[in-house]
C-alpha cells in the first residue's frame, strides 16, 4: 500500500497511478474524485490514497469515519452523471504504523476514452474533454497521448478481427456459424458452430435438451457463466440474463425512483423479453427482473436524450387523469 521511510514519511511519491489526499470528503468533492479516478481510467489505472498530509507527506491517517461508512453508490452516480462509461473500481481501508488509510482503486478502462459529458467549472470539468493521468497531476490529455490511445485501440480491434478470421479459417467458412448477440439470434443448421475461444472456458456444450419443441430440432444446452440467448422463438435464461430489480437498477443510475418507474412504464419495458422477465413466487406474487440491456438504455437516455426522460415523466403523471 505504502511504505515509510526512516523519518516516518511516506516513501511513494505521487505519480500517474497514485495520488494522495490528507482526509475524505463529500459533497462536490466527490466531482473531483471522479476526475483523478477517470483520468486514471484512461492511463494505466491507480488508486487514491486518503490521510496522507502534503509537504512532507506524513501518514496521518483518517480522522473520522465518513471514508468507512461513504455509501459508493454515491460516487458511482457522479460518475455516472458526469462521464461516458462505467470505471471499475474499487474501496478499502487499511493500516500502517497504527493508522488507517482509506484507497479507491480504479483499473484501466477496457474500452478508451472515456469522455466528460458535462460540465462543471468549479471542478474544472468541461463537456466533451478526455481526461488522462499524468505525473502528479490530472489534466486534458494531450495530442500525443490521445492519439496513441486511439491507435492502441484501434490495433485492439485488429487483432480481435484476426483472431475471429483465424478461427473461420480453422473449420472452413462453410462450417463456421456466428452467435450473434447483437442481433439476439442464433442460427442452427447442420454445420458447427462457432464460440470465441474466450467463452470457450465458461461454457459447457453437451447434446442435451432443445432450444424448440419440435423434434429432432438441434440439440444443444448452454450451461455457464452467460447471458443467455434471447429470441423470438425461444429464450435460454440463467440468474445473469436478468440480473437486475428495481432497486439495484437505481444503485447503477442517477435518476431516482419516479423517473425510473416512468421511462419503463414509458418505453413498454414490462413484457418484452430482451430487456424483462416476470417471476412468480407464489399464486398472486410477482418479482420484475431487468437485463444489462435495459441499464445501457436508460443510461444512454439520461445521458444523451434528457428530452425522452422528460416526456415519459410528463406521460406518466398524466396516465391517471
Known amino acids: 500500500m505504502i511504505d515509510l521511510n526512516e523519518r516516518g514519511h511516506v516513501r511513494q511519491r505521487e505519480c500517474q ?12 468533492a466527490l466531482i473531483e474524485y471522479a476526475r483523478t479516478l477517470v483520468g486514471m481510467a484512461n492511463n494505466q489505472g491507480g488508486s487514491l490514497v486518503f490521510g496522507v498530509a502534503n509537504n512532507p507527506r506524513n501518514p496521518i491517517g483518517l480522522r473520522d469515519d465518513r471514508f468507512a461508512s461513504f455509501d459508493t453508490k454515491d460516487l458511482n452516480r457522479v460518475l ?30 477496457p474500452f478508451r476514452p472515456i469522455v466528460c459529458t458535462r460540465s462543471h467549472a468549479q471542478k ?32 485492439r480491434e485488429r ?25 439476439k439470434r442464433i442460427d442452427f443448421g447442420s454445420s458447427k458452430v462457432l464460440i470465441d475461444e474466450s467463452l470457450v472456458g465458461k461454457l ?20 455457464g457463466d452467460i447471458d443467455g ?3 423470438p422463438d425461444h429464450i435460454v435464461v440463467n440468474e445473469a440474463t436478468y440480473p437486475y430489480t ?47 440491456r435495459l441499464l445501457a438504455r436508460v443510461r444512454e437516455i439520461v445521458r444523451s436524450e434528457p428530452s425522452v426522460l422528460t416526456e415519459a415523466i410528463a406521460a406518466y403523471r398524466a396516465r391517471g387523469r
Do not use: C
Not at 495530442?143 to 490511445?149: F, R, S, Y
Not at 459447457?204 to 450451461?223: D, M, S, Y
Open 229 to 231: 440467448v434471447l429470441g
Open 246 to 292: 428495481e432497486s439495484t437498477l437505481l444503485e447503477h443510475l442517477s435518476i431516482g425512483q419516479h423517473s425510473l418507474r416512468a421511462l419503463i412504464w414509458h418505453l413498454e419495458i414490462k413484457g418484452d423479453s430482451e430487456y424483462h422477465m416476470e417471476i412468480r413466487t407464489g399464486r398472486t406474487g410477482v418479482v420484475h427482473k431487468y437485463s444489462n
Open 159 to 183: 487483432q480481435l478481427w484476426i483472431k475471429h478470421i483465424q478461427s473461420i479459417a480453422t473449420v472452413g467458412p462453410q462450417a463456421a456459424h456466428i452467435l450473434d448477440l447483437s442481433r
Open 204 to 223: 459447457k456444450l453437451v447434446k442435451e435438451g432443445h432450444f424448440t419443441e419440435r423434434e429432432g430440432a438441434p440439440a444443444l444446452r448452454l450451461i
Open 80 to 109: 455516472l452523471g458526469y462521464f461516458s462509461s462505467d470505471i471499475d473500481w474499487n474501496m478499502e481501508t487499511f493500516d500502517v504504523a497504527g493508522a488507517t488509510f482509506g484507497r479507491i482503486q480504479v483499473q484501466q478502462a
Open 124 to 155: 474544472n470539468l468541461r463537456e466533451g474533454a478526455v481526461y488522462f493521468r499524468y505525473r502528479g497531476e490530472t489534466r486534458e490529455i494531450r495530442a500525443a497521448e490521445l492519439v496513441a490511445m486511439l491507435a492502441n485501440e484501434r490495433d
Open 17 to 28: 497511478t497514485l495520488e494522495f489526499k490528507e482526509t475524505f470528503r463529500l459533497g462536490d
